[in-house]
């Protein structure tokens, strides 16, 4: 079982029918910066000015980016910057969404402070990227791309390094280079380490020419080195590169020992992916797999930017993906790994662990297995390629292989696979926040598994069909409300205002009844008090102002306010008065309300007014409306959060984890961990504030003796 907390809910990988949706109440901790122990930045020959000329750009804090064909060697140059010391965050794109790149930079600055994976959203990815202000490196960035855009629009404070085929930056504060090639002696350097000897005398002209040709491109200048090693004569190999640099693939490939021939092919399949030597070693069934790929990587063939990460260069694809075919069968492949996965899924956290490190070339696999219509490969690839997906929490992607998946059952008419993808696209339907897509989704499911006598599965689709039901329409704003969830709505508000107009009868009415028979004697015209703060009162109204009695229904408790200990002073000094205070929230999904009643001092006998104070108490109570926190239970996408050592209201958290409004002092929020403090309007003063004259002021009667 594999458990990832989202906001209010805990979603389990329970068995291979799916997951289960719970709910749960977390105490969620920031995630902690991640300290590396890097090395020093590989070295690059040639490449000093290059280096110097973009530490000045990034240390200026602007965007940089190269560009240039594949072979050139950018991705080593990513890395070098990447390595140099300042906070950093490589991350390959290709083909992953911007949600899931956001993820990955979460992943490669912080590590998890609870036992359980938590996957933050969106806002909150980015609220975390933009405050370490660190280098995002931005490694095979395709052509036309808008994502180092987007994170450069998210991520203020932070600087974009960006790396591609073709330019993606632009703009006058960002501008791609193109990379050259070695210059001719750093070329001759990497050829002669390379080599592992010196250049004979014989050798020299025709090596001068190969660099010649091959334009001082660093993976032409290494594969030209190994074939001389290997036996070939330099005129022969500086022969072949005269006719282009696809010759030198197609010659490096040519005459592979059968286990480094396999591991190449494996490889050619899933090109421009990295991957573990163990995954190379179950799709080929390639015993001794560690050594074939030093090999091939010594050869020039194989990338190993990493102690066990291996990968083909995509511009190498096109020129051995023919020649090396024959080498292993797709469903061979696709067995092999379908296996390996199945066992890894079996052994619990750290085998969907080990599935994940090789997840990149499981998604190319699968791609490579659509175009060919092959879809019983893509039905078996998807089944175990979603659980490495929800737990690397790339949800984004996940959500791509179970279409693709739930695509390729329809059309053989795999029932059960097809019930498993809508059951785990009914999950990210729900944590999408469009509960009604996610309850279609689990119908279908639970309809499809009920027929199949699938009992275990239908009762776990049943069981988040009902969780569904319960906590998903209304938990928030859903992009895709259905029509029960609008009419709910518009009831609630409907019925909100009909209380708002019920509560302005009755204060009007209790108002007028109280001038008509309240035997206390009211405030003298022109009287003055004091409010919190220390300000005068305004002239009061026995009556007050016709907007102030407006507000939600509530009820009244002797006591002091919220956020009070007792009696005390507000703010600025000025005495907290006797009162009572109702949090009760309003209608519609805005914040609630908070209705602030307080009543007037009494007088005993024999005391004296206070300085600047009404000889006589008010009449009636002096109501004003403020935002507050909500405290009940969050139907939000984000989590029930309990910090320690603050209280939950007013925390400047809202529901994601993310700190709102609260945190800055807006919306009547502390940000301190505490309710906001009622605003005392006093009677005929909300007339001020909104603008208008005060009513004028009724003559007061002298009220007989009992």
Same mark, same amino acid.
């Given at each position: 079982?594999?458990?990832?907390?989202?906001?209010?809910?805990?979603?389990?990988?329970?068995?291979?029918?799916?997951?289960?949706?719970?709910?749960?109440?977390?105490?969620?901790?920031?995630?902690?910066?991640?300290?590396?122990?890097?090395?020093?930045? @590989?070295?690059?020959?040639?490449?000093?000015?290059?280096?110097?000329?973009?530490?000045?750009?990034?240390?200026?804090?602007?965007?940089?980016?190269?560009?240039?064909?594949?072979?050139?060697?950018?991705?080593?140059?990513?890395?070098?910057?990447?390595?140099?010391?300042?906070?950093?965050?490589?991350?390959?794109?290709?083909?992953?969404?911007?949600?899931?790149?956001?993820?990955?930079?979460?992943?490669?600055?912080?590590?998890?402070?609870?036992?359980?994976?938590?996957?933050?959203?969106?806002?909150?990815?980015?609220?975390?990227?933009?405050?370490?202000?660190?280098?995002?490196?931005?490694?095979?960035?395709?052509?036309?791309?808008?994502?180092?855009?987007?994170?450069?629009?998210?991520?203020?404070?932070?600087?974009?390094?960006?790396?591609?085929?073709?330019?993606?930056?632009?703009?006058?504060?960002?501008?791609?280079?193109?990379?050259?090639?070695? @210059?001719?002696?750093?070329? /001759?350097?990497?050829?002669?380490?390379?080599?592992?000897?010196?250049?004979?005398?014989?050798?020299?002209? #025709?090596?001068?020419?190969?660099?010649?040709?091959?334009?001082?491109?660093?993976?032409?200048?290494?594969?030209?080195?190994?074939?001389? !090693?290997?036996?070939?004569?330099?005129?022969?190999?500086?022969?072949?590169?005269?006719?282009?640099?696809?010759?030198?693939?197609? %010659?490096?490939?040519?005459?592979?020992?059968?286990?480094?021939?396999?591991?190449?092919?494996?490889?050619?399949?899933?090109?421009?992916?990295?991957?573990?030597?163990?995954?190379?070693?179950?799709?080929?069934?390639?015993?001794?797999?560690?050594?074939?790929?030093?090999?091939?990587?010594?050869?020039?063939?194989?990338?190993?930017?990493?102690?066990?990460? /291996? =990968?083909?260069?995509?511009?190498?694809?096109?020129?051995?993906?023919?020649?090396?075919?024959?080498?292993?069968?797709?469903?061979?492949?696709?067995?092999?790994?379908?296996?390996?996965?199945?066992?890894? #899924?079996?052994? =619990?956290?750290?085998?969907? %662990?080990?599935?994940?490190?090789?997840?990149?070339?499981?998604?190319?696999?699968?791609?490579?297995?659509?175009?060919?219509?092959?879809?019983?490969?893509?039905?078996?690839?998807?089944?175990?390629?979603?659980?490495?997906?929800?737990?690397?929490?790339?949800?984004?992607?996940?959500?791509?292989?179970?279409?693709?998946?739930?695509?390729?059952?329809?059309?053989?008419?795999?029932?059960?696979?097809?019930?498993?993808?809508?059951?785990?696209?009914?999950?990210?339907?729900?944590?999408?926040?469009?509960?009604?897509?996610?309850?279609?989704?689990?119908? #279908?499911?639970?309809?499809?598994?009920?027929?199949?006598?699938?009992?275990?599965?239908?009762?776990?689709?049943?069981?988040?069909?009902?969780?569904?039901?319960?906590?998903?329409?209304?938990?928030?704003?859903?992009?895709?409300?259905?029509?029960?969830?609008?009419?709910?709505?518009?009831?609630?508000?409907?019925?909100?205002?009909?209380?708002?107009?019920?509560?302005?009868?009755?204060?009007?009415?209790?108002?007028?009844?109280?001038?008509?028979?309240?035997?206390?004697?009211?405030?003298?015209?022109?009287?003055?008090?004091?409010?919190?703060?220390?300000? @005068?009162?305004?002239?009061?109204?026995?009556?007050?102002?016709?907007?102030?009695?407006?507000?939600?229904?509530?009820?009244?408790?002797?006591?002091?306010?919220? =956020?009070?200990?007792? @009696?005390?002073?507000?703010?600025?000094?000025?005495?907290?008065?006797?009162?009572?205070?109702?949090?009760?929230?309003?209608?519609?999904?805005?914040?609630?309300?908070?209705?602030?009643?307080?009543?007037?001092?009494?007088?005993?006998?024999?005391?004296?007014?206070?300085?600047?104070?009404?000889?006589?108490?008010?009449?009636?109570?002096?109501?004003?409306?403020?935002?507050?926190?909500?405290?009940?239970?969050?139907?939000?996408?984000?989590?029930?959060?309990?910090?320690?050592?603050?209280?939950?209201?007013?925390?400047?958290?809202?529901?994601?984890?993310? !700190?709102?409004?609260?945190?800055?002092?807006?919306?009547?929020?502390?940000?301190?961990?505490?309710?906001?403090?009622?605003?005392?309007?006093?009677?005929?003063?909300?007339?001020?504030?909104?603008?208008?004259?005060?009513?004028?002021?009724?003559?007061?009667?002298?009220?007989?003796?009992?």
């Amino acid at each position: 079982m594999y458990s990832v907390l989202y906001g209010s809910s805990r979603i389990t990988l329970t068995s291979r029918s799916g997951t289960r949706l719970q709910r749960s109440e977390l105490l969620l901790r920031d995630p902690g910066l991640r300290h590396r122990w890097a090395g020093p930045p @590989p070295v690059l020959l040639g490449r000093e000015e290059v280096l110097a000329t973009a530490w000045r750009e990034i240390l200026d804090g602007r965007p940089v980016g190269f560009h240039g064909p594949c072979g050139f060697g950018k991705s080593s140059l990513l890395r070098n910057l990447a390595s140099g010391g300042r906070r950093s965050a490589f991350v390959s794109v290709g083909r992953t969404p911007l949600e899931d790149v956001l993820q990955l930079l979460v992943d490669e600055l912080y590590v998890s402070a609870g036992p359980e994976p938590v996957k933050y959203s969106g806002p909150v990815c980015r609220q975390l990227v933009r405050h370490t202000r660190a280098l995002i490196v931005l490694d095979d960035v395709p052509p036309g791309s808008r994502i180092p855009r987007q994170l450069a629009d998210a991520l203020p404070g932070c600087v974009l390094l960006v790396g591609g085929e073709q330019p993606v930056l632009g703009g006058a504060a960002a501008a791609s280079r193109l990379l050259p090639g070695l @210059p001719q002696d750093a070329a /001759f350097d990497l050829f002669v380490r390379s080599l592992g000897r010196a250049v004979r005398d014989a050798e020299l002209p #025709h090596v001068r020419r190969l660099l010649e040709s091959v334009r001082g491109r660093p993976l032409s200048v290494r594969q030209a080195a190994a074939l001389v !090693r290997a036996g070939h004569p330099a005129g022969a190999v500086a022969e072949r590169a005269a006719r282009g640099v696809r010759e030198l693939d197609r %010659m490096s490939a040519g005459r592979l020992p059968g286990p480094e021939r396999k591991a190449l092919a494996v490889l050619a399949l899933v090109a421009g992916a990295l991957v573990p030597g163990n995954w190379v070693a179950a799709a080929g069934d390639i015993a001794y797999v560690t050594q074939a790929l030093l090999s091939l990587h010594e050869r020039g063939l194989v990338e190993r930017p990493e102690e066990d990460r /291996f =990968g083909l260069p995509v511009c190498l694809a096109d020129s051995v993906r023919d020649m090396l075919l024959d080498a292993v069968s797709l469903s061979a492949t696709v067995n092999g790994l379908a296996d390996w996965l199945e066992r890894a #899924h079996d052994g =619990g956290v750290h085998g969907l %662990m080990d599935a994940l490190d090789g997840v990149e070339g499981l998604v190319g696999l699968l791609g490579f297995a659509a175009e060919r219509a092959e879809w019983r490969a893509v039905v078996r690839l998807a089944r175990v390629t979603e659980a490495a997906l929800f737990a690397g929490r790339r949800w984004q992607q996940w959500k791509e292989v179970l279409e693709q998946g739930e695509d390729a059952a329809r059309r053989i008419g795999d029932r059960a696979s097809e019930a498993l993808f809508s059951h785990q696209l009914g999950t990210v339907a729900y944590v999408e926040d469009r509960p009604g897509d996610a309850a279609a989704r689990l119908r #279908h499911a639970l309809q499809l598994r009920a027929a199949l006598g699938d009992t275990e599965g239908a009762e776990l689709t049943r069981a988040n069909l009902t969780y569904v039901e319960a906590f998903g329409p209304g938990r928030g704003e859903g992009r895709d409300p259905d029509w029960r969830a609008l009419l709910r709505r518009g009831l609630l508000v409907l019925a909100g205002l009909v209380a708002v107009v019920a509560v302005i009868a009755a204060v009007r009415a209790a108002v007028a009844g109280a001038g008509d028979g309240d035997p206390s004697p009211g405030p003298q015209p022109g009287s003055s008090g004091t409010v919190a703060g220390g300000s @005068p009162l305004p002239g009061g109204s026995p009556g007050g102002s016709p907007g102030g009695a407006s507000g939600p229904p509530v009820s009244f408790s002797s006591g002091p306010g919220p =956020g009070s200990e007792g @009696p005390g002073p507000i703010t600025g000094g000025s005495p907290r008065p006797g009162g009572v205070t109702s949090s009760r929230p309003g209608p519609g999904p805005g914040p609630s309300r908070s209705v602030v009643v307080i009543p007037g001092p009494s007088r005993s006998p024999g005391s004296s007014p206070g300085p600047g104070s009404s000889p006589c108490c008010s009449r009636g109570p002096v109501v004003s409306r403020s935002p507050s926190v909500s405290v009940g239970p969050s139907r939000s996408k984000g989590p029930i959060i309990r910090r320690p050592g603050a209280s939950s209201p007013g925390s400047g958290h809202d529901g994601d984890g993310e !700190r709102g409004d609260g945190a800055r002092g807006g919306d009547g929020g502390r940000g301190d961990g505490r309710l906001p403090v009622p605003q005392v309007v006093p009677p005929g003063s909300m007339a001020l504030l909104s603008g208008r004259p005060p009513a004028s002021q009724p003559p007061q009667r002298a009220l007989p003796p009992r």
